[in-house]
């Protein structure tokens, strides 16, 4: 049975940082491409990092570079995002996903899904 599941969320103040982590498990993680992406209220979803099975390969979203950091521990099947100067404008729900090829997450197309945890940042 797969289960992506993340964590790490939660309220932070304009310029925090915070740590997201996403745990998987039922599927090959180190086969998998990994990232994130959110959801703002109101607003379509959109990828904010993903990064390839041995790491040699990110991208991350204009709003989010230099500022964010992915990173990924395949013996513990985990993902992680640093995020540091946090603004109100990344207020989302923040999702872990899997996908089996890199140029498959990059395009949306992804095998897994995480329920989401929610990073609220005020003013």
């Known amino acids: 049975q797969v289960q992506v599941v993340e964590s790490g969320g939660g309220l932070v103040q304009a310029g925090e940082s915070l740590r997201l982590s996403c745990t998987a498990s039922g599927f090959s993680f180190d086969d998998y491409a990994m990232g994130w992406f959110r959801q703002a209220p109101g607003k379509e979803r959109e990828g904010v990092s993903f990064?390839?099975?041995?790491?040699?390969?990110?991208y991350y979203t204009d709003s989010v570079k230099g500022r964010f950091t992915i990173s990924r521990d395949n013996v513990k099947n985990t993902l992680y995002l640093q995020m540091n100067g946090l603004n109100p404008e990344d207020t989302a729900m923040y999702y872990c996903?899997?996908?089996?090829?890199?140029?498959?997450?990059?395009?949306?197309?992804?095998?897994?899904w995480g329920h989401g945890t929610q990073v609220p940042v005020s003013s």
């Open positions: 990064i390839s099975w041995l790491s040699i390969s990110t």
């Open positions: 996903a899997a996908a089996i090829r890199f140029a498959s997450i990059l395009s949306g197309r992804v095998n897994y």
